[in-house]
């Protein structure tokens, strides 16, 4: 009478959901020097979950009824997942540690948001999907909000929370809409009933979808639903705000992908249209406001809207017969945009020790001060604006590439990429400028080591990218949930 | 009409008037306790589908413990005594935005299920196939969702805590 | 459904009605006396025999006293408020069997007025609505002693509610019923021959944790924090007069008759007892009155003897205490009903000793974890 559970297929997030009970029940017992053991234990839980995903790799399991999907493509984002976490667990040792907050929570908190998104890519199941978004944001509003004593942060957490709110009742509504229309929760079989005749329920399922959409722009913060961003990525602790940059955002591409490939691909003609309205205003609204911003942080928030567009963009090519050169291009950028914008975070980080307010004008003499540092930036803001020698380059390539392929829109498309790129260049290129050129207070800055390895890490990969792209455009064409 | 569409639609009625007093209200407990009869019509609604272990549910979840925690909220925060009220000056947009999303709706779903020309047997679920669908089929989202209440739970106290100095 | 099963529903319906409001009288009347044997003191003599109309005469004079709202009063809410005391509890009980069943005009009809399949939780929704009496008189008065009152309630009842939850689904996990008429139906039989099969032996814990968090959602003592006298006037009802009071009197002692008839119901095999063959409808609602009348005993000898418990003891003990026993009850049944099904026979052998294992270790593990408290600490606050 019990259906068999496939354990192996769900031991990362068995082991996870373990860790995250342990890391709250140790707390417990920690006194308050020590409270920062939580983040050695969550990191050992996060890399025993990486071990057992890696076992997993190739596989192609089943469990839960059809509901939850272990394949290429699932692995991919959960091994990409469990790095950005450990990577961010690395960036918020010393913060939180010196910062005074509630360490075994946050952790607590942090590695829920992890397991939602490693739940994610695997959800294939309307319901399931809803839930793993909500795990990943749930705990990301209240992350967000940890700096208690600082307005900013509680002003982050609440719009995050709001935003996300009635972003999820939208969405959940087209969700219940689907299924009323489709009779089933499974992308699969969604996918199959809007293939056939709807039998004058077109209208309500394009509906439904656009709502869906809505709710997805809401979290990966396109326009015109991207308002929350500046603001909650300013507030929150800076570690936050590198997960919520790559992780939280790259879980809901993840949905997003899934939603679309999988389930709505057969009225790609409706929502096409939809997503290049979305990734023009995006990419130039982000882009254009960022020009403006003298605040680290600000700036990296609104290029990582500008960057959602970039993202955006092979979703509209979907339907003109490059669905899977579209899908990989997507699921490359995504990759490469986490591992560039984590190091950059990484570098404010460190450089959030020396000034909280995080001007860009505070970056002055890094070269300097610390030039290991400094190159890093310098790299992984060239990577952003997609220049080479670096993994942007490529990222941009592939997208720009699909576009051109699709042809008819597409090429206006790619068109409208490549000078917003040009447009990114002038703001990307000012923190060098002013690591560099502008003289800075001279004192020798001393980085927590593990933010630096951090740093340093991505800086590598960003690099070694460029230089064998095979090593992450070898994955994503083989990890497609498209023509399967 | 059959007895249960009546049914239906005198819950319905009941709901809407029980909603739109809800948001008109100006006094919270007025609105919240508008609140208990528009998820209680709700609930009956389920009820009158045939869905008897989803509508309690929903009414002793619903009724019987949100809105008694919005109350509780409300009591210890700052809900006025007697008749004080409270009001914001968003009354003609939130009105227009309403208008526009019930429009569309409305529009969307008879266009699609046209009125009353589609009947649907009403499928009766007992309580034990709601519990083994959950517990078979579902249970990796029910363990999910379990995660996401934990972690509201200690966020909420994190955030609501008072810091202690020293 | 013809005409006369509609009357004879109607028919049950009012007998409930009747037969409750009788109970209340005899109830409330008992307790008086209970109390003042406690306390020596002979207690209401004069109306009826042995004072036994003096709930009667009470309720006379208040519904002609006068009944004013008070000026900063909330009219609507204020009005509504002691009707939801009254209603809920008396559906909560429309669910329970309060008797086998009689045969009139060819029919079976059973002392229940409606056996649902949700029983349980129509229970527990029912029970849960209660509260808004409480919550709505304390802040509709628009004082703030009533205010104070109905915040403490709130809080309390709805953390009590967690816990009475959890010893109901440990019944219904071991019953494997929501429906009452089967979970009564379930405790037929013997243990041994002679021990009836009631599930307040298989499920003692549950029993205790129902009583107890019984005991705070009708706020009697040693919880009736929501009225204490002493704090905060008589607390949300402090406004209240006349009929209304009356009312909201009534309210609590329905709920606690409820409460008492569902534990009855649930835990002491209900209507079932042994019976002569002579009148066989009679003795089984005599059966029932008798175990509510024990179990009421039980609550005011709980009066009559605890002081009252001071709040954040109160809180910390329903959500320190009641819910983790709760949980853990839950998860005993679990395995005292799953795993004789895996293992047979030895399977129920090995569930009691896992589950006495499990607790002995909690009880270490407290045991272990309590830190000594600091003398000054409990030296202020005797």
Known sequence: MNPTIDYHAILPELILSGTLVVVLVVDVFLRPPRKWLAMPLSFAGVLAAFVATLTLIGADRTTFGGSYHVDPFAVLFKVFFLSVAMIVLFLSLRYFREGRYYQGEYYFLLLSSVLGCVMMPSSRDLLMLFISLELVSAPAFLIAAFRKNDPRSNEAGLKFFLIGVLSSAVM???MSLIYGVTGSTNLYEIGKALAGHLGG???????????????????????????????????????????????????????LLQLMFVAFIHQAAFWGPVFAAFSIFTM???????LQQRQAVRLLAYSSIAQAGYMLLPFALAGHGVDKEAFAAAVTYILIYAIMNLGAFAVVVAVSRKSSALLIADFAGLMRNAPLLALAMTIFMVSLAGVPPTAGFWGKFFVFRAGIDAGGIGIALAVVMVVNSVISLFYYLAIPRQMILVEGPEEPMRSPALVTFVAALAAAAVIAVFVYPDLIAHFPPLSTLVGS | MTGQ?????????????????????????????????????????????????????????????????????????????????????????????????????????????????????LVHNTTGEVGRSIFQHYVLPFEAVSFILLAALIGAVVLARREERE | MGWLDWMLLLARIVLTFFMLLFALVIVIWLERKFIADMQTRPGPLRAGPRGVLITLADGMKLFFKESFVPTLADRPVYLIAPILAVVPA????????????????????????????????????????????????????????????????????ISYEVGMGLALISVLMFTGHLKMSEIVAGQGGYYWGFVPRWNFIPQFPAFLLYLIAGLAETNRPPFDLPEAESELVAGFHTEYSGWRFAMLYLGEYLNTITVAAIATTLFLGGWRGPHPSFLPWLWPIAWFALKILVIFYVYVWIRGTMPRIRYDRLMAFGWKLLIPLGLFWVLATGTIVLLPGLYGSRGRLVAVGLIVGIGMLLLLAADVLERPRSRSREGASP
């Open chain 1, 201 to 255: 329920q077109e209208t309500l399922a394009l509906a439904a979808i656009l709502f869906v959409v809505t709710g997805f722009a809401f979290k990966v913060s396109a326009f015109p639903f991207q308002f929350w961003a500046p603001d909650t990525y300013e507030g929150a602790p800076v570690p936050v705000t590198a997960f919520l940059a790559s992780a939280s955002k790259a879980a809901g591409f993840t949905g």
């Open chain 1, 284 to 290: 130039s609204i982000g882009n254009l406001v960022a």
């Open chain 3, 90 to 157: 008396f559906l909560a009980f429309s669910v329970i069997p309060w008797g086998t069943h009689v045969t009139l005009f060819g029919r079976e009809i059973p002392f229940q007025i409606a056996d649902l399949n949700i029983g349980i939780l129509w229970v527990l929704a029912m029970t849960s609505m209660t509260v808004y009496a409480v919550v709505l008189a304390g802040w509709s008065s628009g004082s703030n002693y009533p205010l104070l009152g109905s915040v403490r309630s709130s809080a309390q009842m």
């Open chain 2, 5 to 121: 569409e009546y049914a239906f639609v005198v819950l319905a009625l009941v709901g809407t008037v029980g909603a739109v007093r809800l948001v008109t209200a100006k006094n919270v407990v007025h609105a919240a306790l508008y609140l208990v009869v528009t998820l209680a019509m709700v609930g009956s609604i389920y009820l009158v589908l045939g869905a008897e272990f989803v509508g309690w549910v929903q009414i002793l979840i619903y009724v019987g413990a949100i809105v008694i925690l919005f109350l509780f909220g409300l009591m210890l925060t700052k809900a006025p005594i007697g008749r004080e009220s409270l009001d914001n000056q968003q009354r003609g947009l939130a009105l227009l935005v309403a208008l526009a999303v019930l429009a569309g709706l409305v529009f969307l779903i008879q266009d699609a299920f046209h009125w009353g020309d589609r009947k649907m047997n």
């Open chain 1, 172 to 174: 959940l509504y087209g």
